[in-house]
């Protein structure tokens, strides 16, 4: 897998696409493409019938896409499409905050495990400091018109400390809840990518993003879903549903 280089990313103009030599890797096998006929978002597979994600990706039509590289690429082999049982949101999500960010989706019938498509660990302890970490998600060409993103990226940054991540976001309440992940505070370079990314550290699912101003494929830090904070609710809603 390809990743984006720290110094590239803090050179690229904020009105230009990312370098497509770049661009192209594989789709980590976990990571689950959320179309909707409004925004996409992505999810993290973490059962052969549920998904991961964030709250605030309750999105109309909903349908979960499998072994996806590039969604605006219809002719894409290995792909698996899913419809959803249920949604299943944080009982103490509100749509006005970016606290208990956390969402699961029952899907009708588990999906197929093969090369393309497997299960990510979920953490049993938090996240230290310092830790690196490869978020992915999918952005948009802006010279392309296509209504689905084209351009699959994971850049590589790391985890930074509470007091660092209030300096970088001193109108929100950083909870313990919450993990800050990414190189740069307060730099905020606008661009188009698809929403809750995920942080997977090590190997294990540690955090999804809840909010960022500015672009975590160039390094801006993003609040996440401190997901080791989740897991006892997690384990609960798959053991009762």
Known sequence: MKFLPLWA???LPVVLAFNPDYMLADTPPYLVYLKSDYLPCTGALIHPLWVVTAAHCNLPKLRLVFGVTIPSDF???HLQVLDYEKLIYHPQFSVTSIDYDIMLIKL????????YVKLINLPSHPVPVNSMCNVSTWSYNICDISKEPDLLQ???VSVISQSECRDAYKTYNIRDNMVCI??????RQPCREVSAALAVCNGILQGITSFAD?????????IYAQLFNYVHWIENVIRNN
Not at 108 to 115: A, I, K, P, S, T
Request: proline share 3%; charged share 30%.
């Open 9 to 11: 990313l803090l050179n």
């Open 75 to 77: 002719s894409e082999s």
């Open 108 to 115: 009708q019938r588990e999906v197929e495990l093969n090369d």
């Open 154 to 156: 994971t850049v590589e």
């Open 182 to 187: 990414g190189i740069v505070p307060g730099r």
């Open 214 to 222: 500015g672009c975590i494929l160039r390094a801006d830090v993003g």
